[in-house]
Structures are given as C-alpha cells and as structure tokens.
Nanobody, 125 residues
Framework: QLQFVESGGGLVQPGGSLRLSCVGS????????LGWFRQAPGKEYEGISC????????YYSESVKGRFTITKDNAKKTVYLQMNNLEPEDTGTYYC??????????????????WGQGTQVTVSS
C-alpha cells in the first residue's frame, strides 16, 4: 500500500523559505513520477510541482514557477520541495503523490486520494 510521510511545514513570514520532504513507501521509487500538491483553505487541490522518474525533468505550475524547486533522492526514497520567496497565497496543506506518467500529467490530473497526512504551510506576518 502506498504511504507517504510529508514534513517540513511551518509558519513563515512572507519572503521566507521552507523545505518540504516526503518519504514514500509501497512502490518502487525510481520508476514513478513524483509530485507535490497543495490545498489552500476553501480551495481545490492544485498540482504545483512534479518530477519525472526517468530523466528528472520537471513541471511547475505558474503560481510557483521561479520560486519553488523539486528534487528527489532515490536512495532515500524522498522527494523535496524547496520553497523560496513564500507568499500568503502559498498557505495550505501540502501532499505528495506518485504516478507512472509524465510530470505534467501527474500535476495536472489531480489524484483522487492522497496517502499521507500532509504538512501545513502557513505564510503570514
């Protein structure tokens, strides 16, 4: 069964940075595209950044492009999201997910279920 443990969230001032981590299990890590999603209060889920399994090419939503960076460590079965220049609009619960698909496909076709608890990010002064 798929399992994810997301961590690294917290309260940060606008302009600050956070680094999220997600450890995955229940699947063969190197062979899956990985992605980060978020749900802001009262809003739908949004796919914000995904990274391909085979060539590490990436996809970013327009809302985070240029500010967030996704990376992964196959040996640690972990995907990271470095978030810089955070804005209040980045507030939300962040989840990770996997799929055998291209990065853009994973990010634009929101999973029906998330297998982790998520990590809360709050950007506020």
């Amino acid at each position: 069964q798929l399992q994810f443990v997301e961590s690294g969230g917290g309260l940060v001032q606008p302009g600050g940075s956070l680094r999220l981590s997600c450890v995955g299990s229940g699947f063969t890590f190197p062979y899956y595209t990985l992605g980060w999603f978020r749900q802001a209060p009262g809003k739908e889920y949004e796919g914000i950044s995904c990274i391909n399994d085979n060539d590490d090419s990436t996809y970013y939503s327009e809302s985070v492009k240029g500010r967030f960076t996704i990376t992964k460590d196959n040996a640690k079965k972990t995907v990271y999201l470095q978030m810089n220049n955070l804005e209040p609009e980045d507030t939300g619960t962040y989840y990770c997910a996997v799929r055998r698909a291209a990065a853009e496909t994973l990010c634009t076709e929101i999973p029906r279920h998330f297998w982790g608890q998520g990590t809360q990010v709050t950007v506020s002064s």
